[in-house]
């Protein structure tokens, strides 16, 4: 199963821009990235997720390299329930399965 | 409302105890999986399940084991075998799909006493 190498943590100012960094080297060809976050003591919230191009919605963007070695989750305005654990996951179109490693622990600061 | 449900929240062990984690879906999902959390690290998968009396390990099966009688119902149970339960157990669904998303449960943490 192909990893994922994320910043351990990151902080930012409320309402400003958050650009949170993933490397995947070894992706394949098939791999989908998805990105969940992680409030404290809660399960998982599934954020976005790409295959090649950009993707947009409502809680974030993903900007995806064009050799897709690596992509950016980017949160245009961070507000303080913003303040998560977040997982850049790699998930094979074969087996479905998602494979978390540590995350990045972003903090907001007011 | 749509949603994964997990109870307790909260669930104490005794040393050669086996305990059965609950979790229920009306979503409609096909599919199931049980994660494991230790503090201030990723999910690791136990078990999942793509339909109905039918599962698969993950990579931390053992002393674990798991039933899917019913589409709604993935119960996991911890055994005696598991030397080290303490942690956050999350329980997820989805649509089964190749790169799907996945539903999380809020959690069941369960304490060795």
């Known amino acids: 199963d192909a990893k994922t190498t994320q910043p351990n943590s990151m902080e930012s100012n409320e309402e400003e821009p958050v650009h949170l960094p993933c490397n995947h080297s070894?992706?394949?060809?098939?791999?989908?990235i998805h990105w969940y976050r992680q409030l404290p003591s809660q399960g998982p919230e599934y954020v976005i997720h790409?295959?090649?191009s950009n993707v947009n919605n409502r809680m974030a963007s993903l900007a995806i390299a064009e050799d897709r070695k690596s992509s950016t989750l980017i949160l245009h305005r961070a507000t303080l329930r913003d303040a998560a654990v977040y997982y850049c996951?790699?998930?094979?179109?074969?087996?479905?399965?998602?494979?978390f490693g540590q995350g990045t622990t972003l903090q907001v600061k007011p | 409302d749509g949603g994964i449900t997990q109870s307790p929240k909260y669930l104490f062990r005794k040393e050669g105890q086996n305990v059965t984690l609950s979790c229920e879906q009306n979503?409609?999902?096909?599919?199931m999986y049980w994660y494991r959390q230790d503090p201030g690290q990723g999910l690791r998968l136990i078990y999942y399940?793509?339909?109905?009396?039918?599962?698969q390990k993950g990579d931390i099966a053992e002393g674990y084991s798991v039933s899917r009688e019913k589409k709604e119902s993935f119960p996991l149970t911890v055994t005696s075998a598991q030397k080290n339960p303490t942690a956050f157990y999350l329980c997820?669904?989805?649509?089964?799909?190749?790169?799907?998303?996945?539903?999380f449960g809020p959690g069941t943490r369960l304490l060795v006493l």
């Open positions: 070894t992706i394949s060809g098939t791999d989908y």
């Open positions: 399940s793509q339909i109905v009396n039918d599962f």
């Open positions: 979503l409609n999902h096909d599919a």
């Open positions: 790409g295959l090649t």
């Open positions: 997820a669904s989805s649509i089964p799909g190749h790169h799907e998303t996945q539903y």
């Open positions: 996951i790699l998930v094979s179109s074969n087996t479905g399965k998602l494979i």
